[in-house]
């Protein structure tokens, strides 16, 4: 398996514009997590979804951060309009809640710089 | 609610020495317990996981961590450091009952090797 892939791998852009991110998780994965990682306040989950369905949003800074699943192989994560304070590196991680396992795979993460 | 305390956000260790990286954790129910590691520029890997198996876990590059009930710690060694160790380390536990999915980590320790 490819693992867990996230494109792009580097995203610079201008404030006020739109950035999306996007995931595909490992294959029989039954959750993904999008994460959110700055020196300042380390890693952050954002929102995670089960069979497709996001379960908890309460990560998400506000409302300019929208995630979406709308297949098992497929997500986007969309910061619309963008701001410098949302310059992260964004990692999308995937795993499946079978009986003791949990063990969740990370991509390599999408860095973003807003100007 | 779980969590988990990782203590030292920053350890050095001399080549060929003992590594030691603390954490405790605080749950209500029989945790489920990871340690991932980050290297550069990359994603989180995971090195090993508790799962109420047996209390010695063995990971990946030489790593393991004991689970200590009576301490509330899951402490990570290994026995000689290598350059090639030299990463961020994170503790995390699994949140509620363990059928969320969702990982709490912990703030994270980087591990400086010397030379």
């Known amino acids: 398996d490819a693992g867990v892939i996230q494109s792009p791998r580097h995203e610079v852009t201008e404030m006020g514009q739109e950035v999306t991110l996007r995931c595909k998780p490992i294959s029989g994965h039954d959750y993904l997590f999008w994460y959110r990682q700055t020196m300042m306040r380390g890693l952050e989950l954002l929102i995670y979804f089960n069979n497709n369905v996001p379960i908890d949003d309460s990560g998400m800074p506000e409302d300019r951060f929208s995630a979406k699943m709308p297949n098992a192989s497929f997500s986007t994560l969309k910061i619309q309009p963008s701001e410098p304070r949302d310059s992260a590196v964004y990692f999308c991680a995937s795993s499946f809640g079978g009986v003791h396992s949990y063990e969740q795979y990370f991509g390599p993460g999408t860095r973003l710089t807003v100007t | ?115």
Not at chain 2, 17 to 36: E, G, I, K
Not at chain 2, 59 to 66: L, R
Not at chain 2, 87 to 95: K, N, P, S, T, W
């Open chain 2, 1 to 115: 609610a779980q969590s988990v305390t990782q203590l030292g956000s920053h350890v050095s260790v001399s080549e060929g020495a003992l590594v030691l990286l603390r954490c405790n954790y605080s749950s209500s129910v029989p945790p489920y317990l990871f340690w991932y590691v980050q290297y550069p520029n990359q994603g989180l890997q995971l090195l090993l996981k508790y799962t109420s198996a047996a209390t010695l876990v063995k990971g990946i590059n030489g790593f393991e961590a004991e689970f200590k009930k009576s301490e509330t710690s899951f402490h990570l060694t290994k026995p000689s450091a290598h350059m090639s160790d030299a990463a961020e380390y994170f503790c995390a536990v699994i949140h509620g009952s363990g059928n969320t999915g969702k990982l709490i980590f912990g703030q994270g320790t980087t591990l400086q090797v010397k030379p």
